[in-house]
């Protein structure tokens, strides 16, 4: 039952209570909650009661969040997946009680969005179905997948991501984007082509510039195809507004992500092009002036972005402190990077719950991106116990990110589960892990698979068990041919780590080399698979151990 007067009554789901009571008995089952989205998580649990030969657990269950927020970002940009994918991956995240889709819809590597204002763009840099139709949202998909999730306790939370990762609004006006298709993308002192310059940090395996190599080098972007909206033109600026605008009002949730992170200073011509590092204020004149532009596209709506807007663009004093900051650069430790935002004043914290990829070892495996992240290494990372109370009351919850670079139809499934709901565990009650963990992680996978038909891996799957290390469906197509369009190639995940000669694994990052491939086009690897040939086929049910 809902409480006296709640019943009836329309409701939203950012801030809305989730709290519920179960009890149930020899009598039956009586659910109390503020509102429905009590009565939806009640019912999830009461079917969880339910023994393998058919009884009903007898419990009183009182149960509320430990974090409000509690996310999936699934970027369809690198690979596309339809409609009946994303509902599939709804259904999953509605079982574990998450309940905020994070939607990186584009990139650079595509724009699978219906946009009729510029045409160009969908028609240009969508991928394409086998029989030549393009695999696009149009506004109605976009609307229904909204709804879908709202009916889940679900919110969706478009992501524009800006001034970075913007080549495909080149098709609009490639005046309109910086270093639009810049070859080589990546010229960092790993690659052939790069030259030693004005500062060097040492590492022991390079060819080109001996002793010296900086992550970043030479890069125009951090993934081909390069391009960033060049914001220092009021095209681009009015171009942007009309997408959050028009696009953005398919979305219902109060919340627009505007993405920020990995934005390159080089790519604007803001340091001479032989300079290996950046200065740290290079970017503060541009992105004051952008992001003042920008605050005021929102209409009404409540900013979110990556943690670089805080941290690195010097304008973390007119980003307004109730924003939405995604946090997944902690390349110096979660704790300290979530301190350093909350000492800034932001109030509302949301960190990628995964463990840094250089404490993770899947000994002598690659994975792409980074190392494979297991569910014992997600649900034990707790990087807020050495947090002031400050910091850890700005934390409102995580997520998990699945970059899909690697992911096409056939592994969507194992590849989210049950890693996410490891986190939705985690998220929602905040236990440690303990001997039972696993037992139920199972029990909870069964249902997955047998009633919702999401093809969970198993707990103890890796991913070093995939046929490749795809790339994104990019190239597919025709890819990368340019000449400096070079990079260390990361071919069959079950091979050794190797530094790019073939050596010991230098760090983590080392993942992205094979055995003596050298440096070959981004896109070599597609040419063995096409990604239209994979699909989504139904999981074999499993056995239920309780």
């Known amino acids: 039952m809902l409480k006296k007067g709640v019943a009836g009554k329309p409701f939203k789901l950012p801030g809305s209570s989730e709290a519920y009571t179960l009890d149930v008995t020899e009598n039956g089952a009586i659910i109390t909650a503020d509102n429905q989205i009590g009565v939806k998580y009640a019912l999830q649990t009461l079917s969880q009661l339910i023994t393998n030969d058919g009884k009903l657990v007898l419990a009183t269950v009182t149960d509320a969040p430990a974090f409000p927020y509690r996310g999936l970002l699934l970027d369809t940009a690198r690979n596309f997946f339809p409609v009946e994918d994303i509902k599939r991956i709804l259904d999953g995240l509605a079982a574990s009680k998450l309940n905020v889709f994070h939607w990186h819809i584009y990139d650079s590597q595509s724009f699978p969005i219906e946009w009729l204002t510029y045409p160009q763009v969908h028609q240009k840099a969508a991928y394409k179905n086998a029989d030549g139709t393009l695999k696009v949202y149009t506004k109605k998909d976009v609307q229904d997948i909204v709804q879908y999730a709202f009916e889940r306790n679900i919110r969706v939370i478009p992501e524009f991501e800006t001034p970075g990762h913007n080549a495909v609004l080149g098709h609009i006006d490639p005046d309109l984007i910086a270093s639009w298709n810049h070859s080589p ?13 004005n500062k060097t940090i ?18 125009y972007c951090n993934q081909p195809p390069c391009g960033q909206l060049d914001v220092r033109k009021e095209k681009a600026l009015e171009v942007l507004d009309q997408l959050i605008n028009e696009i953005g009002s398919w979305f219902s949730d109060p919340v627009i992500h505007v993405g920020h992170d990995e934005v390159n200073t080089r790519a604007y011509g803001l340091i001479p092009d032989n300079w290996d590092s950046v200065p740290a204020d290079a970017l503060h004149p541009m992105m004051r002036n952008f992001d003042t532009r920008l605050l005021g596209m929102l209409g009404g709506k409540t900013l979110a972005a990556w943690d670089e807007i805080v941290t690195d663009f010097g304008v973390a004093d007119i980003i307004p402190k109730d924003s939405l900051i995604t946090l997944w650069n902690v390349s110096h430790g979660a704790p300290a990077a979530i301190a350093n935002v909350a000492d800034k004043g932001f109030k509302n914290i949301a960190f990628e719950r995964e463990t840094p990829a250089s404490a993770l070892k899947i000994d002598g495996y690659a994975t792409f991106t980074g190392q494979w992240h297991n569910w014992t290494m997600i649900y034990d990372y707790e990087p807020l116990d050495s947090l002031s109370a400050n910091a850890k009351s700005a934390v409102k919850g995580g997520f998990g990110a699945l970059w899909t670079e690697t992911v096409k139809r056939h592994n969507l499934d194992r590849y989210v589960f049950p890693r996410v709901t490891a986190i939705a565990e985690r998220l929602w009650s905040n236990v440690k892990r303990d001997e039972k963990t696993a037992v139920r992680l199972n029990r909870f996978r069964a249902s997955l698979v047998n009633e919702k038909r999401i093809a969970s891996a198993s707990l103890d799957y890796l991913g070093n068990k995939e046929d490749y290390v795809f790339r994104p469906e990019y190239c597919d197509g025709s890819g990368l041919t340019a000449p400096g369009q070079k990079t260390a190639e990361c071919c069959f995940p079950g091979q050794p780590l190797t530094a790019a000669d073939g050596s010991g694994l230098i760090d983590p990052y080392g993942s992205h080399y094979s055995p ?12 063995l698979y096409k990604t239209n040939n994979y699909k989504y086929s139904k999981p074999e049910t499993v056995a239920y151990e309780y």
């Not at 993308?185 to 310059?197: L, Q, V």
């Open 202 to 219: 040492p590492v022991a395996d390079v060819t080109s510039c001996p002793n010296e190599v900086v992550w970043w080098g030479r890069q």
């Open 185 to 197: 993308w990546d010229g960092s002192s790993f690659a052939t082509n790069a030259m030693c310059s």
């Open 516 to 527: 003596k491939s050298g440096f070959n086009d981004y896109c070599k690897i597609a040419s």
